[in-house]
T-cell receptor, first 111, second 117 residues
Framework: GAGVSQSPSNKVTEKGKDVELRCDPISGHTALYWYRQSLGQGLEFLIYFQGNSAPDKSGLPSDRFSAERTGGSVSTLTIQRTQQEDSAVYLC?????????FGPGTRLLVL | GDSVTQMEGPVTLSEEAFLTINCTYTATGYPSLFWYVQYPGEGLQLLLKATKADDKGSNKGFEATYRKETTSFHLEKGSVQVSDSAVYFCALSDLMYSGGGADGLTFGKGTHLIIQP
């Protein structure tokens, strides 16, 4: 079946602009996660949605980052007023139980 | 908080050599342990997992045993191939409750493995 998909695959933006990254999880998966992969920090957990519960935002690095999940399926990660240090690959994963399945990522470059 | 420590590379081996990538962890709950692999130009893929002490995960000739007494989950393969060249990530999920779902994964820094023919 279809895996986790993310769009866009690459995004170049100017410092100070807002960006939206999209994630389509595997159908039927109740949990959805966002991670950031960067050279300096490795893989960092950002935010976690489980069903209709309030999301776990404990990993978000600043209030410029937010995410929502509509209808328990598609999720959007929004970064406002982007900074150069936001440049990274943003990964989405979904799961039904404990095993997380990752999408291909969105490579974000902030100039 | 939870953490994962793994040997950082690059690790360079010849084809058919024996591979060990060390991974140790600290966790407050009852973690499940994972190895993920990232091949060049590709996304993260689950390689194997173990959900409780003494479980052995295995896949594609790779194995790892969940050792609670040493808080370790070392990855091993008896005879590596050039196609095993990739970055390997050890990770844990600290499942604090039953009923499905889990916290975000805590990853190690990753080990870059290079296999030479």
């Amino acid at each position: 079946g279809a895996g986790v998909s993310q769009s866009p695959s690459n995004k170049v933006t100017e410092k100070g602009k807002d960006v939206e990254l999209r994630c389509d999880p595997i159908s039927g998966h109740t949990a959805l996660y966002w991670y950031r992969q960067s050279l300096g920090q490795g893989l960092e957990f950002l935010i976690y949605f489980q069903g209709n519960s309030a999301p776990d935002k404990s990993g978000l690095p600043s209030d410029r980052f937010s995410a929502e999940r509509t209808g328990g399926s598609v999720s959007t990660l929004t970064i406002q007023r982007t900074q150069q240090e936001d440049s990274a690959v943003y990964l989405c994963a979904s799961s039904l139980q404990e095993t997380q399945y990752f999408g291909p990522g969105t490579r974000l470059l902030v100039l | 908080g939870d953490s994962v420590t793994q040997m950082e590379g690059p690790v360079t081996l010849s084809e058919e050599a024996f591979l060990t990538i060390n991974c140790t962890y600290t966790a407050t709950g009852y973690p499940s342990l994972f190895w993920y692999v990232q091949y060049p130009g590709e996304g993260l893929q689950l390689l194997l997992k173990a959900t409780k002490a003494d479980d052995k995960g295995s896949n594609k000739g790779f194995e790892a045993t969940y050792r609670k007494e040493t808080t370790s989950f070392h990855l091993e393969k008896g005879s590596v191939q050039v196609s095993d060249s990739a970055v390997y990530f050890c990770a844990l999920s600290d499942l604090m409750y039953s009923g499905g779902g889990a916290d975000g994964l805590t990853f190690g820094k990753g080990t870059h493995l290079i296999i030479q023919p």
